[in-house]
């Protein structure tokens, strides 16, 4: 069986508690989509991605998050990560350092936003406000792969 790609974009949105579970469910909706979708060698390292992100939004808020996968119609994959927290790190909001800082060797976090920095094609981040959950308040942070034979994380 052969899987095309649709010629229009499309999308998948999925509402996470703040439940450390969270970040497996995000890690299946994830390979289901993109397996669905005939996109498995990029499966791996949006898993990867998006769990780091999604780690982030539980670690460092209170609240839900979401998580949207949009297909585009040039063969891309965005990944969004919305959380309840405003703060945008640098440099997903395009102020500071080009890269995230390196985590110490000994640290066991840290590494997360260096990983989608290093291996996505491209990303970002967007302060929503800092009004009540559900109203448009939090953050989004993103990233786009898609558009090269083999990514960096998976080469060998």
Not at 113 to 121: F, G, M, T
């Amino acid at each position: 069986m052969v899987t095309v790609a649709p010629p229009h974009p499309w999308a998948y949105a999925l509402r996470l508690p703040h439940d450390p579970r969270a970040v497996r469910v995000a890690r299946m909706t994830v390979r289901a989509a993109l397996d669905g979708h005939g996109m498995q060698d990029i499966v791996d390292a949006v898993e990867l991605l998006t769990s780091e992100m999604v780690t982030n939004a539980y670690r460092h808020t209170e609240g839900p998050a979401s998580l949207r996968l949009t297909g585009l119609s040039d063969g891309r994959l965005r990944v969004g990560v919305w959380d309840s927290h405003p703060y945008v790190p640098a440099p997903f909001g395009g102020v500071g350092e080009d890269l995230a800082p390196l985590a110490p060797d000994e640290a066991e976090c840290g590494r997360g936003l260096r990983l989608v920095q290093e291996h996505a094609d491209s990303w970002g981040g967007w302060a929503l406000g800092d009004a009540a959950p559900g109203r448009g308040a939090g953050k989004l942070l993103w990233f786009e792969v898609g558009g090269r034979d083999t990514l960096p994380l998976l080469r060998k």
